[in-house]
C-alpha cells in the first residue's frame, strides 16, 4: 500500500472480502496476546494505582480494575470495554491502557463482561450497563468526578459502549440515562455490521427478526452524547465504513462527532497504540486525551 512504508501493523487481522463479517477476528485475538502481554510489561513502571477484581455484578465475569491517577481530585471518569468478537477477552490483558489513561490523569475502570457461548446479545449489554452504573456510584470516592464519566471501548467494546450511549434501556435499567454522559469513545468499532456473516455472530445476536436492535447506527437521535470514532485505514477485521457510517448519522442528527482514521493501522494497533513502545503508530493516546479534556473540565 502506498505511503505505508513496507507495512500495515502486524496486528492487522486477517482480510475480511469486501463486508464486516469478522472472519479474521480469532486471528487478530491470536495476535494480540502475545504483544499485549509485553505492553503490559512494560506498563508496571507507571506511577498510577491499581484495585483489581472489584465486583459490580455477580460470577466471575462480574470483576472490573481500577487505575487511578496519584495526587489528581476530580479526575474525568472512563469505562473500557474490551474487545474479542463478543466471545473472548479479559481485562488483565488491557494494563497498558489503564495505566496510560491514569498516567494521564484521567481514572479508567476496565470491566469483564460476560461473554459468548455463556451470554448472547442483550446480556453483555446488560453487564456493561451494571458496570458502568457501579463506577458511577463509586467514582467520587476514588477522587473521580462522576459528572465527567465517558464511555470507551475497542472493537466488539466499541460496540457495547455505542450501544450504551445511543439506546437508553440499557443504562435506564439501572437507573441512568446516555444524558449521563459527557463522551463515547469508539475505537474500531462495529455500529452497522448486517449481515452477519459468520453461523457464530448469528447465533449471539440471534433471530434475522430481532437484529435491527443490535445495531448502534438505528438508535442514533438528536439526544445522543459527544462521540469521538477512530478507526484505522487499513483494518480488515471491522470495516471503516462502520466509523463512517456512524459518524454521518450522528452529524445528521445534529449531534457533536469527531471521527478519525489513522492511515496504514491495522485492527489490533489502534488500541495498543496507548502504550509508550507503540505512541508512534498512532496518535490515538493525544485524541482520546484531547477529546476527554475538552468537556467538562473542572
Known amino acids: 500500500m502506498s505511503g505505508c512504508r513496507g507495512w500495515c501493523s502486524p496486528w492487522s487481522g486477517s482480510e475480511v472480502a469486501g463486508a464486516t ?9 491470536a495476535a494480540l496476546l502475545s504483544p499485549a502481554a509485553l505492553l503490559n510489561l512494560l506498563a508496571r513502571g507507571a506511577d498510577v494505582e491499581v484495585v483489581r ?5 455477580p460470577g466471575p465475569r462480574g470483576r472490573l480494575d481500577l487505575y487511578l491517577p496519584r495526587g489528581v481530585k476530580k479526575a474525568p471518569v472512563v469505562v473500557f470495554f474490551y474487545g474479542g468478537g463478543w466471545e473472548a477477552g479479559e481485562k488483565a490483558m488491557y494494563r497498558f491502557l489503564g495505566s496510560a489513561l491514569a498516567a494521564d490523569g484521567v481514572i479508567c475502570a476496565i470491566a469483564d463482561y460476560r461473554v459468548w457461548p455463556e451470554v448472547g446479545f442483550p ?3 446488560r453487564d456493561g450497563a451494571a458496570a458502568v452504573a457501579w463506577v458511577r456510584a463509586h467514582a467520587a470516592a476514588r477522587g473521580g468526578d462522576p459528572s465527567r464519566l465517558f464511555l470507551m471501548g475497542h472493537s466488539a467494546g466499541a460496540h457495547i459502549a455505542a450501544m450504551l450511549g445511543l439506546d437508553g434501556r440499557w443504562l435506564g435499567a439501572v437507573g441512568m440515562t446516555p444524558a449521563e454522559l459527557s463522551g463515547v469513545i469508539g475505537l474500531s468499532g462495529p455500529y452497522d455490521f448486517l449481515p452477519l456473516g459468520t453461523a457464530t455472530l448469528r447465533a449471539i445476536f440471534g433471530p434475522a427478526s430481532g437484529l435491527a436492535a443490535t445495531q448502534p447506527i438505528n438508535f442514533v437521535s438528536d439526544q445522543a452524547p459527544p462521540f469521538l470514532l477512530a478507526t484505522g485505514g ?3 477485521v471491522v470495516l ?3 466509523t463512517a457510517n456512524l459518524a454521518a448519522a450522528l452529524r445528521a442528527a445534529g ?8 492511515p496504514c493501522v491495522g485492527h489490533a494497533p489502534v488500541v495498543g497504540a496507548f502504550a509508550g ?3 508512534f503508530v498512532a496518535p490515538v493516546r493525544r485524541d482520546v486525551g484531547r477529546f ?5 473540565a473542572a
Open 292 to 296: 476527554i479534556g475538552a468537556r467538562g
Open 234 to 236: 487499513a483494518d480488515r
Open 21 to 29: 463479517t469478522f472472519d479474521g477476528v480469532s486471528e487478530s485475538l
Open 255 to 262: 449531534r457533536r462527532v469527531e471521527s478519525i482514521v489513522y
Open 53 to 57: 477484581d472489584l465486583a459490580y455484578a
Open 277 to 279: 513502545p507503540l505512541r
Open 240 to 242: 471503516p465504513r462502520n
Open 123 to 125: 446480556d453483555f449489554l
